[in-house]
């Protein structure tokens, strides 16, 4: 399981892409939807859209599940999952001191 740390860090760096900020916004606006018509309304491919929905999904910061349509197609919707996030010194001091030991090496 992944310490408050870790976890504040994968979020973070999630959101750390215009993209994805993007996705988030349609999503909390529209709610659940499916990939071809996010893909059309943030206007970026499938293909890279599904990158980012995978690191998104991965940060836990939305969901998915995979239906069937009436005409028998595979539809993929994604919604927001429920998170809430508070970035202050106090938060920031408790979420560094958790951070597993793999997450506290520097960078260059």
């Known amino acids: 399981m992944k310490s408050q740390g870790d976890r504040l860090l994968e979020m973070l760096a999630a959101l750390a892409n215009p993209h994805r900020l993007r996705i988030m916004a349609a999503l909390h606006a529209n709610g659940r939807t499916y990939v071809s018509q996010l893909a059309r309304e943030i206007g970026i491919s499938r293909p890279l859209l599904h990158l980012h929905l995978r690191k998104l999904e991965e940060a836990g910061l939305v969901t998915s599940q995979l239906e069937l349509s009436s005409d028998g197609k595979a539809l993929n919707f ?5 998170f809430d996030v508070a970035l202050n010194p106090a938060a920031i001091a408790d979420a560094a001191r958790s951070l597993s030991p793999s997450s506290k090496t520097s960078e260059p």
């Open 78 to 82: 994604f919604q927001t999952a429920a």
